[in-house]
């Protein structure tokens, strides 16, 4: 079993960049693939970049290609999500999630464990 807690969320205006965390108990984080969903409000919750157990591959939607990038650090226990030039858009709750098996999924439902979100708002 794995807990995870985000961090690094806030208030940012339009163009800004903001850096989020997800910081993972347990001993076995290499073993998890792992996702960045964000959920605005009456919206469905959707995936925003993945990463394999590894880090060796990655997927990023394409609203947000070229401005977000994924990382981890498996040995600091510690999955990140830089966000450059940040769009009122991007504005939503940001989750983390892990999925047992060490390559990413990419529908919110095949992931096991969830953190508890942090909120993003960019100002126009």
């Known amino acids: 079993q794995v807990q995870l807690v985000e961090s690094g969320g806030g208030l940012v205006q339009a163009g800004g960049s903001l850096r989020l965390s997800c910081a993972a108990s347990?001993?076995?984080?290499?073993?998890?693939?792992m996702g960045w969903f964000r959920q605005a409000p009456g919206k469905e919750r959707e995936i925003v970049a993945a990463?394999?157990?590894?880090?060796?591959?990655?997927y990023y939607a394409d609203s947000v290609k070229g401005r977000f990038t994924i990382s981890r650090d498996n040995a600091k226990n510690t999955l990140y999500l830089q966000m450059n030039s940040l769009k009122p858009e991007d504005t939503a709750v940001y989750y983390c999630a892990a999925v047992v098996g060490g390559y990413y999924r990419m529908t919110f439902k095949a992931y096991n464990y969830w953190g508890q979100g942090t909120q993003v708002t960019v100002s126009s």
């Open positions: 990463i394999t157990g590894s880090g060796g591959n990655t």
């Open positions: 347990g001993r076995t984080f290499s073993s998890y693939g």
